[in-house]
């Protein structure tokens, strides 16, 4: 996999009077199942998660019943403190896809991974966790001019300036 660049998506918003529109970190990937079921959805890029988390309703078109029958994890915000919601863990492959105009399976980046499914929904299809992603051997940059850098890594090609920053030896 090459250096992936991709833009951030432009998000009307209401809630500020002051603002029209937000740039946000949005990636398009894929879920599927050891049957090979799958879906396709959009993600929030949340640099401080440790995991990637979707929402529960995708479970059941994975073929995940009860989704509840996961391995549960409590997840908390900024700062840890207080569980705000469950996380249960199940074995999927995660997606990224080179093409984000035009996803398909066969050209992307696939991860065998645990994917969490939120007992509450957040507002978003899923999250992508940054720091997942970083320990998954990718090296991600969110850039203030509005794009994505997502690129496969090892350890040893990373730039020891950002050694300390993205990757946890």
Known sequence: MTLLRIPYCQISTSQLPFQKHKNLPFLKVGLQNH????????????????????????????????????VPILIS????????????????TLA????????????????????GFLEKDIGVAGILGGRFLCDMGFLL???????????ECSSSRVPTKYKKMWMRE
């Open 35 to 70: 049957n090979s079921q799958a879906v396709k959805l959009v993600a929030f890029i949340d640099t401080g998660a440790q995991w990637c988390l979707f929402s529960k309703s995708y479970a059941k078109i994975l073929g995940i019943h009860d989704y509840k029958s996961g």
């Open 77 to 92: 915000g900024i700062g840890g403190n207080v569980p705000q919601n469950t996380a249960y863990f199940h074995d999927l």
């Open 96 to 115: 990224i896809f080179n093409d984000q105009k035009h996803p398909n399976y066969k050209d992307a980046v696939k991860i065998d991974t645990k994917v």
């Open 141 to 151: 940059f969110m850039l203030l001019n509005k794009n994505i850098y997502i690129g």
